[in-house]
């Protein structure tokens, strides 16, 4: 059969997919340790029971015959809005400044293309140098120029290195805290008053917020709805990574917006999920639980690390150490990448997958159990991976 290849000069050509290029080094791990001895820290897959609770709402909600609600049903948008004021102390209307999305994932990759519909004359998205790879991406798929912005020392992003050329263009700005990969803070008060005083809406995804390790968790809506959108998961928080099921919630004229036009595009979160999702955005006993189970890990394999050659900080939150590589390693982040997975089974993401900033680090997820974790310490007891080139 003969197969019809468009015809798009100079159009758009989708690069290869990060963790495309993690997988050779993946299956190498494979063939030497086996599929149950290669223990993948690459990815944040939570790999840690969801609540009983939760499974119980998507078995019994009886929602799975009619189509789900777009926005959200009811329940869903109460139940958020009803987390959001015991977490952070704000306060939205779930009719009109909370709406559903299915996972935050999409939600970020096509926030840039319906932003634009709404504001043509723009057409630049302002993200972190070195962040989740889908802000840059997402202003690709909406035709946006993605114009990175360079984080801090201390972490948030340098507002003021930004041209004033490209931030007259913007359409959004991407703020992320705790930051993937790099755990930092951003002060939301900032940012988001920095993005009314320039008329640029301040999406701030906060999906790591429940992992907050130093201080309280914060939320860009703490200093108002007035052009900001908070983003929320609960692949994180509850472990539901696989049922995508996720909220926005801030600045009404935004949030009908987007709400509006995604209900045109047939954005529905199944009906049962939606029950789940509501169960879980009651239910805070369960995140203090993997609040404890991350914040242990994040301590064995800063340790393990450190004894290994490869001394980290622990991250102000999430659940990743953002590792230097020591300048001495030839070949930066996929040489680390290579020793600790071919000597110890480990497998770790290399920095540059996050922006050219990365590429001296590697990031490891701590979502593996402790007992695999020290499976991999026992294999590279002893040794010096930045010596092993």
């Keep these: 059969m003969t197969r019809i290849q468009p015809d798009r000069p100079g159009g758009f050509t989708p690069p290869p997919y990060p963790y495309d290029r993690l997988w050779e080094l993946r299956e190498r791990a494979v063939d030497r340790f086996g599929a149950d001895g290669m223990v993948d820290c690459s990815i944040g897959t939570p790999c840690d029971p969801p609540p009983a609770v939760v499974l119980e709402a998507i078995a019994t909600s009886g929602s799975e015959r009619g189509y789900p609600t777009s926005p959200g049903s009811p329940a869903l948008r109460a139940a958020a809005a009803r987390w959001l004021e015991r977490r952070f102390g704000v306060s939205v209307d779930p009719d009109h400044q909370v709406a559903a999305c299915v996972g935050t994932k999409e939600f970020v990759a096509s ?65 992320n805290s705790p930051s993937n990969p790099t755990g930092r803070l951003t002060d939301l008060e900032v940012s988001a008053e920095w993005g009314r005083g320039h008329g640029i809406p301040v999406f701030s995804d906060e999906c790591y917020a429940e992992f907050t390790w130093d201080g309280p968790p914060r939320s860009v809506l703490e200093s108002g709805p007035n052009g900001v959108v908070a983003v929320h998961s609960l692949s994180k928080r509850s472990n539901l990574a696989g049922v995508r099921a996720g909220i926005y919630a801030g600045d009404t004229e935004l949030v009908d917006y987007l709400l509006d036009v995604r209900r045109h595009g047939g954005l529905m979160v199944p ?35 450190e004894s290994v050659g490869l001394p980290v900080v622990m991250p102000a939150g999430g659940f990743y150490l953002w590792v230097p590589v020591p300048a001495a390693v030839t070949g930066g982040g996929w040489t680390v990448a290579e020793t600790l ?14 922006g050219p900033g990365g590429a001296g680090f590697v990031r490891a997820a701590v979502v593996q159990p402790m007992a695999r974790l020290e499976v991999v310490a026992g294999r590279l007891a002893g040794r010096d991976v930045t010596s092993a080139q």
């Design 111 to 175: 926030a840039a293309q319906y932003l634009r519909l709404r504001t043509p004359s723009r057409d630049t998205v302002l993200y972190p140098a070195v962040s989740y790879p889908t802000y840059a991406m997402g202003a690709l798929l909406g035709a946006c120029r993605p114009v990175p912005v360079p984080e801090l020392p201390d972490g948030g992003l340098d507002l003021a290195s930004i041209d004033p050329d490209d931030a007259a263009r913007a359409l959004m700005l991407w703020i």
């Design 271 to 305: 009906g049962p999920v939606q029950a789940g999702a509501a169960a879980a955005f009651d239910d805070d006993v369960h995140v203090a639980e993997q609040r404890k189970r991350y914040w242990d890990r994040l301590g064995f394999l800063a340790e393990f690390l």
């Design 341 to 354: 997975a071919l000597e110890g089974g480990l497998l770790v993401s290399p920095g540059e997958f996050y």
